[in-house]
């Protein structure tokens, strides 16, 4: 059985799961439903049908929950929003499991596969049609895809310039599609979406051991959120070192690094209309003498609206005014290589030719529906590479902006000796080591913001501690990361050796980066 | 000042320095054993056993290899102690050539002096087995026979007190005895009186009666009673009668960690 490289978009409306194996991207409200007499677990339209009929009681928004902690009875049974998470993840994972196959009888991605979505549009569906006061699809001037990067004739295609999109990477220049199994039909927010595939009947069971590796992606990423997912991961039976969890904002930047070059020489934006949210994502890339940079920031925008008003002509020009008028906020006087258009409100664009107009005007745009899962499957697949094909330093939501190192004597000199690197995954940052103070009663921090006038030096008293003499005073240094501005550091005296036991001094301090 | 970074060293079995009495677990430690005593680190103190903690519990076979490699090419075996020095980075080149005017200071030592000064590192260490043994030695030696008795005086002092310090009162008072004919000083005596009231069965010989006056034998006595007082209060006494405080369980268990290093130090001792 081959094991896959899975990613995983998690949002509070629905789910997304990719891997190069399956047929094309499962799409699930992220909704979990228990029958009330039995322990069956279910998601997507079966878990709505079952709870309809009232057999079953469904939980949704299970991301805020698990992002509170939160709990929800069923049946007289209290869960943890992580046990209920686990049971929805497994029900996700086993239906892409199903998908995938043991059947590598399935074409690859890119080879033509075959669509499934009843409800989004095909590639160049989204064109707006010419006339419409929008530069024509392939006009020369813009061209608005459907689909990644890549699709058709004169578009970028993946791994030309760009790392290569090889063997089980998903391709971001396929023509795959997205099964909307149970997905809610816009304007009618959770109700099962009808005429989808996906019975229980034919849901394999979940197999961990079929995870190579599992890249999670998230709105936004928190400590308290990244626990739980991993405390889900172990639950899932997925050892730690196959998981990883990143935000939307660094799938982004694995999806738009994934093309060719020319898609995100300049700046890169990105428009994400959702159910529930607007947001815009900026990424720009900063070539250096030994490596490069990339930064990307989203933004989310007070404009947001309901996606009910795209129903009706009168409120589509309102929402279409207000796209506008956030689309000349951010791309005015600057210079991008490409737009991409992504989420749901961006399955058309029919309603908002205005903004299209805006958006076409000088560069070329993208619309890709599953942006995020496929470029947390892009990291999947990174992650089993020996040598990545994304060599850039990555600056953004989930990722230190700021190198924390000492000072340490080496061969007779001083030598700075990193601790975190800007770039790194602040979750994953974790630093421990020993050390000996000679001659020194405290610990200098160097913090290296991008602007290196905003370098500082953060000293650490060690208040308590024994003044043994010369080369004596040995301590473990921790360091951690609670979000990507603060550090949390702790210095223990462990002794030396049968010289001098440890007294037991500590100190814990946190760090504003 | 500076911080230097230890390196990672997964040690599952400890060195026993002899000598000192301590494990060392890492090579700062090892580092520091040698920088800071390096008398008892300058003969025989590398060997096959050594070898072997730096190659698979410290994890630097090379480094063992090159000093494997000097010890075979019979040279200067000192110029392993400042190999293995630099290897670790623990010390800075300044720190280890002051250790090797050290070293060499004490090369050029008497013999006599060189195995004394050993005697005495280890009296300090608390290695009084060993460090009889060192002072016998020198007594033994035939170069003894040419020394002067002012140094005799002083290891048999020393010898004495190692003798003292193991409960072995007859033999102690015997080598204070010797110390006073060479050194004539009454600190000396004093030593014997003292042990005179630790053990009845010694007696301060005639001879020295008439030197030890009443008001003197006054003053040993206060000496006495004060040191009484302050091992009242010592802390190993304290803790002694802490442990007697608390309940049956935690007694017991208390009573056989003491014991057990009690045990330890007292076969350190002998």
Redesign the interface.
Known sequence: MKELLVGLDICDSYTKAFCAEAESVLHVPTVVCKKKQEDVWMIGQEAYASALEGEGVMVDKLLKLLTRGGTSTIGGVRYEASELMVHFLECVLARLIGQAGAESAVPAAGDGTSEVRDDAPGVGDGVPAAGDGVPEAGGGISEVRDGAPGAGDGVPEAGDGAPEAKGSVPDAGDDTSEVRDGAPDAGNTGAPDAGNAGSSDALPAYDSARIRQLVITVPRVGASLLDSLVYCADGLGIPRDRVHIISHTESFLYYVLSQKREVWNNQVGMFDLSRDFLGYYEMKVQRGMRQTAVYAEREKLDEGFDLDILSSPSTMKLADKILCACGERFLQKKLFSSVFLTGEGFDSQEWAPEFMKLVCARRKVYAEQALFVKGAAFKAADQVREKTQYPYIFICDGRLDTTVSIKVQHNDQESQLVLASAGDSWYEARTALEVILDHQQYIDFLISPPDPKKRKTVRLTLEGFPEREDKTLRVEIRVAFLDGNTMAVAVKDVGFGDFYPSSGASVRQEVML | ??????RQENVTH?FFIEHLG?????S??LC??IYNHPILAMDGFIDESLLEFIRDELGMGMTALKMERWMKSGENRDELLFLFLQEC?????AEINRLRKTVSALRKLPPLEYAKQKADYLFGFRQYGRAIAGYEKILESFLAQKADESFLGKVWNNLGSCYARIFQFRKAADAYERAYVRLKDLSVLERIYHLTRLDESIVLKERYQSIVTDSLKESWDEDFARAGEAAEESEDLVKLKQLFEKDPVRRAEGARQMLETWKQEYRGMA
Do not use: G, R
């Open positions: 000042m500076s911080i230097i970074l230890c400890p301590v494990f060392v677990h890492t700062q430690e520091y054993a980075d623990y010390y800075n080149t």
